[in-house]
């Protein structure tokens, strides 16, 4: 059983849980593994400095990153649930809702009458996410959520639909709109906020930082959806300011904090 000090865990076991020897896993999707678009070579490649990665340097103890390209909550929480009872972490970093929020658009471009689902339906969403919290809970595990970046709509509609008129016909007439994408991500962030609420778990308003920006567009990749490099940059940025503010003492530059 631990209890919470100043911050730092404290444990009857007598294990030592000083920041240096802090656990982190970062949980999520594509953004968090750290992929963008590259331009030039026409393919999705990992960004070196991508977010997780800039963090590793800047935070006390030991970072790891299981975000895989595609996941959605259900994939991502299966394996997390096994990483959990393999690293023990004192911190898990959650981040999803992209890939769930998303369509088979594909599909949707060859059958625009027929009824569509998400990859994870919104209802399964927020169970799923509600659960994974007050599992991670009850291992006396911290868990910390993220919101999700904003996407540019009319990029994304133009990745998905790839620039093929019959198909951009056929899509249109399922969404009706082109700000329907953005909408329909938004109630899945939604979703996120009032999760956090209702479990009183902390989050990260990526959300937030992006949109500070009156041309947010400007840093997500030419698909409308993943950061690019600077977009990653505001993400560990915001992250930063977050820590500072709930986990100074496990930021590298900050002394330690005196143990009772």
Known sequence: MSSWKRGVTVSEDN??????????????DSISKGVIYDEV??????????????LQDK????VRNTARFGNT??????????DVLKDKPNIVLIEYGGNDCDFHWNEIADNPDALHSPKTDFTVFETMLTETIHYLKNQQITPILMSLPPLNA??????????NPEAEINIMKWLG????IYWWQERYNSTIIKVSEMTKTKYIDVRGAF??????????????????????QIICDKVLEFIRTNYQHLLQ????????
């Open 15 to 28: 294990k030592d849980y000083s920041p240096n020897n802090f656990n982190y896993i970062i949980s999520g």
């Open 41 to 54: 070579r026409s393919k999705y490649v990992i960004l070196e400095d991508n977010y997780v990665s800039l």
């Open 59 to 62: 935070l006390k103890g030991v």
């Open 73 to 82: 909550l259900i994939k991502g929480i299966g394996n997390l649930k096994k």
């Open 154 to 163: 009319d990029k994304y509609f133009k990745w998905v639909s790839q620039s």
């Open 177 to 180: 709109s082109v700000t329907k």
């Open 211 to 232: 949109l500070e920006h009156p041309d947010f567009t400007k840093f997500i990749c030419v698909d409308g959806i993943h950061p690019n490099k600077a977009g990653h």
């Open 253 to 260: 530059d900050h002394n330690d904090l005196a143990y009772e």
